[in-house]
């Protein structure tokens, strides 16, 4: 068991960073929280319900990019399959992507290929965005770009929960941390 007693409430407008070594169990409270892990015991309430997937948007380690598209077309692909219908090229340019619109995705850098998968959270309404190491093979341009579009989405009323292995500064009214330790 990775973790026992858990229990948290984070508010519209907040942020959780849930910090910890490798293998203490964030990536898997992520997975949880979104419904592809079950947990042994206990429950998730999201609105005193269980999250629905309209209502979260997670972002794990991979991009989930088709490499052979371009950058522009895997997030129209995103939208043409009913998650959005905002303009896939202002998501990409409020990320400092806009030389890279037609460049196919495996032809990117590997920061860059984390800011196309990351642009999707300019996309959609999702209130709750469960990310896993958003700041990984980010320059410190994208990860300004990152931390200020995370720092929107709570202003907002959103809310935010980040896996970390340590915790990073962020311009948030009720930042909350969790420690997770190794077992």
Aim: net charge positive; hydrophobic share 40%; aromatic share 4%.
């Amino acid at each position: 068991m990775l973790f026992r007693d858990l229990r948290c409430m984070v508010s519209a407008g907040q942020l959780l960073q849930v910090c910890g070594p490798n293998g203490s169990g964030k990536s898997s409270l992520l997975r949880i929280i979104c419904g592809l892990l079950r947990p042994q015991g206990g429950q998730v309430r999201w609105n005193r319900y269980p999250p629905e997937p309209g209502a979260l948007l997670y972002m794990g380690h991979k991009s989930g990019m088709k490499s052979e598209l371009s950058a522009l077309e895997n997030l129209r692909l995103d939208c043409a399959l009913g998650k959005t219908s905002r303009p896939p090229g202002e998501a990409l340019y409020s990320l400092g992507l806009r030389g890279h619109l037609h460049s196919p995705v495996r032809t990117l850098s590997a920061g860059q290929q984390r800011l196309v998968g990351l642009a999707r959270l300019c996309l959609g309404d999702a209130a709750l965005w469960l990310l896993d190491e958003p700041f990984t093979l980010l320059d410190v341009h994208g990860r300004e770009r990152v931390r200020t579009l995370i720092e929107s989405h709570c202003a907002g009323g959103g809310v935010a929960v980040l896996a970390l292995h340590e915790p990073v500064q962020l311009q948030v009214c009720g930042t909350q941390h969790r420690l997770l330790n190794a077992p």
